[in-house]
């Protein structure tokens, strides 16, 4: 079976060639430390759907905000610029993440749910590593880590493969190696460089397994390897599948700088609902727990 080209494969991936201007222009401003307000919240009024969703979790109790939130001016003033684009870009990205990847034995829900733990870890890795103001930043990296696997999944059922994960530490990039020539690392980097994404988004979707730890040259990259690591580790823990993992899943966080407090940080807030997750990445404040 000859094996892909990679930039023929990215092309060829038909709606998510392109994504919404919205959306890539959030991920600017979100890079530009001195985002405009104003910017902001005339691109997400322009999208009812991201308008509603802000509102709803601005509203949330969880921010202690003592006033009801009505407008995305509301939320701007009293969440920040950076949460608001962060909670926006995660509704923008929804209906591409919530996909079935058949080629990888996940559904829908799983896929999701993987790409909401890894960026809510992504985030409390940095916030603990003493970089709060780069909890926005690393949930909306964790968020789209895996980009690469909606490129690589059309060409694996076309084929008949199926790469089902058999442990949190499995190393899928070396059986994408073997069966491609490449993994889904540089398949979604390549994915969000023609979808625009700022540079420093693309690292860590380059970076974030342990096949490219090596490269890990950010507190942002490395945040978001140990986002995956944790999530991955904390879905097969669901499944009564990952104690033997444990140790070596510290010795990773360890590697990448991480205390073992850190897993055990992020499994408590995934006890609580998601509207609370969501809040607590998004924030570079403190958050009340």
């Given at each position: 079976m000859a094996q892909p080209d990679l930039e023929d494969l990215v092309a060829s991936t038909g709606k998510?060639?392109?994504l919404p201007g919205t959306v890539v222009?959030?991920?600017?401003?979100?890079?530009e430390p001195t985002d405009c307000a104003e910017d902001v919240k005339?691109?997400?009024e322009r999208d009812p759907a991201m308008t509603a969703n802000v509102l709803k979790l601005g509203n949330s109790a969880f921010y202690g905000v003592r006033r009801d939130i009505t407008s995305v001016r509301d939320a701007l003033i009293l969440l920040g610029n950076r949460c608001v684009t962060a909670l926006s870009f995660a509704t923008g990205m929804a209906p591409v993440l919530r996909r079935e990847l058949t080629g990888y034995g996940l559904t829908r829900n799983e896929f999701w749910n993987h790409s909401l733990i890894a960026g809510a870890a992504a985030s409390e890795a940095v916030r603990q590593s003493g970089n709060p103001q780069l909890c926005s930043e690393a949930f909306t990296a964790g968020l789209i880590h895996d980009i690469g696997?909606?490129?690589?999944?059309?060409?694996?059922?076309?084929?008949?493969?199926?790469?089902?994960?058999?442990?949190?530490?499995?190393?899928?990039?070396r059986v994408e190696q073997a069966?491609?020539?490449?993994?889904?690392?540089?398949?979604?980097?390549?994915?969000?460089?023609?979808w625009g994404f700022p540079q420093c988004l693309v690292d860590p979707i380059a970076s974030h397994h342990m096949s490219h730890f090596?490269?890990?040259d950010s507190e942002l990259t490395r945040g978001v390897?140990?986002?995956?690591?944790?999530?991955?580790?904390?879905?097969?823990?669901?499944?009564?599948?990952?104690?033997?993992?444990?140790p070596k899943v510290?010795?990773?966080?360890?590697?990448?700088?991480?205390s073992n407090d850190l897993l055990e940080k992020v499994r408590l807030d995934l006890t609580t609902n998601l509207e609370k997750t969501l809040v607590r990445a998004t924030s570079s404040a403190p958050v009340e727990v």
């Amino acid at each position: 079976m000859a094996q892909p080209d990679l930039e023929d494969l990215v092309a060829s991936t038909g709606k998510l060639a392109t994504l919404p201007g919205t959306v890539v222009k959030l991920l600017y401003l979100l890079d530009e430390p001195t985002d405009c307000a104003e910017d902001v919240k005339k691109i997400i009024e322009r999208d009812p759907a991201m308008t509603a969703n802000v509102l709803k979790l601005g509203n949330s109790a969880f921010y202690g905000v003592r006033r009801d939130i009505t407008s995305v001016r509301d939320a701007l003033i009293l969440l920040g610029n950076r949460c608001v684009t962060a909670l926006s870009f995660a509704t923008g990205m929804a209906p591409v993440l919530r996909r079935e990847l058949t080629g990888y034995g996940l559904t829908r829900n799983e896929f999701w749910n993987h790409s909401l733990i890894a960026g809510a870890a992504a985030s409390e890795a940095v916030r603990q590593s003493g970089n709060p103001q780069l909890c926005s930043e690393a949930f909306t990296a964790g968020l789209i880590h895996d980009i690469g696997m909606l490129v690589i999944d059309p060409w694996l059922n076309q084929n008949g493969i199926v790469l089902e994960m058999e442990g949190p530490l499995f190393d899928i990039c070396r059986v994408e190696q073997a069966e491609l020539g490449f993994d889904h690392c540089q398949a979604g980097a390549l994915l969000a460089q023609n979808w625009g994404f700022p540079q420093c988004l693309v690292d860590p979707i380059a970076s974030h397994h342990m096949s490219h730890f090596d490269d890990l040259d950010s507190e942002l990259t490395r945040g978001v390897a140990a986002g995956n690591i944790m999530a991955e580790y904390l879905e097969f823990e669901l499944k009564d599948e990952s104690g033997s993992e444990y140790p070596k899943v510290g010795e990773c966080l360890t590697q990448l700088g991480y205390s073992n407090d850190l897993l055990e940080k992020v499994r408590l807030d995934l006890t609580t609902n998601l509207e609370k997750t969501l809040v607590r990445a998004t924030s570079s404040a403190p958050v009340e727990v």
